[in-house]
């Protein structure tokens, strides 16, 4: 996070610098100074910053691409006459484990449609949601938040 | 160009605002309409939201426009769950395609230690 600042600050000073304020000029500035950091960041972070800002902007992507596959499936659903889909309330176990990757996890849960979760259990280790779609099985949906989502979100967080 | 470009997304945006309306009419139960109302809703309006910085290509309007779709992705989950909840807790009835209940099974397992609980606050 700290450093996720200096990139915000260096690329503030980029424009300051050059002398156009102008959210294209702060890009570049974002820009450059993420590519400085890479040169000069194994010696001042840990965190391994450079790489956890691709697997966010993966996560971002995957999320997208999510929601809109997702929103076209219960639009058809919606639009066809009769319903075909079989719903319930699946558990789902937990890997993350802290505050904000559950939050992060549940509300993405609750925005791709298809899938909306409802709570979770008093140990943190369950996650329950109402999905719309588990015709192919209890399985499947679990796989499906566990291999996807889950995975992207421990990717961005550790 | 860049009108082709909003007027594509106003089109897609308006339609998913017309089946997050239409799917609060049709589905069969509350859980499933929230599904259609939060998700296709937000996706809508996001859709609709960024044509417009398309159309007006302005620092300020672009920010504004991004500003309200971050927040509208961060406050539409939040209200889902929130009445998503607070309708299972009411006991509502689930329609015949639902196939499995696990929440059920976990309230009744810890129903002894709830209602411990709750004793507790009440004494307070």
Known sequence: ???FLFNIIL???WTAVT???SFGNFLIGLVLSYAVLIVVGPAIDKSGYTRRVWKAVTLFLFFLKELFLSSVRVAIDVMRPGFRMQSGVVDIPLDVTS???????ANMISLTPGTLSLEVSDDRKELFIHAMYIDEGVDHVRNSIKQGMEKHIMEVTR | MLEIIAGILLITGGFFVLVAA???LRLPDI?????ASTKAGTLGAGLILLAVAFLYAEIGIISRALATIAFILMTAPVAAHAIGRAAYHHGI???KGTIVDDLKDYYEKTRQTRRGSEKVSEED
Not at chain 1, 99 to 105: G, K, N, P, R, S
Not at chain 2, 31 to 35: K, T
């Open chain 1, 19 to 21: 002398g156009t304020f």
């Open chain 2, 93 to 95: 009835t689930f329609w």
């Open chain 1, 11 to 13: 690329a503030l000073i």
């Open chain 2, 22 to 24: 239409v799917g609060i």
């Open chain 1, 99 to 105: 505050d904000l990757e559950i939050t992060l996890l």
């Open chain 2, 31 to 35: 859980l499933m309409r929230m599904h």
């Open chain 1, 1 to 3: 996070m700290k450093i």
